[in-house]
């Protein structure tokens, strides 16, 4: 199995925006990476998401980009301050290649 993190493109400050929602800069970032891992071939299953906003908007922009057959999730345990052992267990218990 391989993971790859992104963190999310460029937000707006929280004085603006609580929610943070991305930038035009941070979405237009996003775009290009994701656009750019697109023409390398990357291949992916799942993109997965804290549901905050900007993180959101940042995987919906890989989602469009890369089409993975298991679509664009949120799930728990990926926010900022969340502990970190129980994803790590998720993924030490998941399976070593997803189906193609």
Do not use: C, N
Request: aromatic share 4%; proline share 9%.
């Amino acid at each position: 199995m391989e993971i790859y993190l992104v963190q999310h493109g460029e937000a707006q400050p929280k004085s603006v925006d609580p929610a943070r929602p991305l930038t035009e800069r941070g979405r237009q970032d996003a775009q290009r990476v994701a656009t750019f891992a697109a023409r390398l071939g990357l291949e992916v299953e799942q993109i997965r998401h804290s549901g905050k906003t900007r993180a959101e908007q940042t995987a919906v922009a890989f989602g469009e980009a890369l089409s993975p057959p298991g679509g664009v999730v949120k799930v728990a345990g990926l926010a900022p301050k969340d502990a970190v052992q129980p994803v790590a267990d998720a993924l030490d218990s998941a399976p070593s290649e997803w189906p193609s």
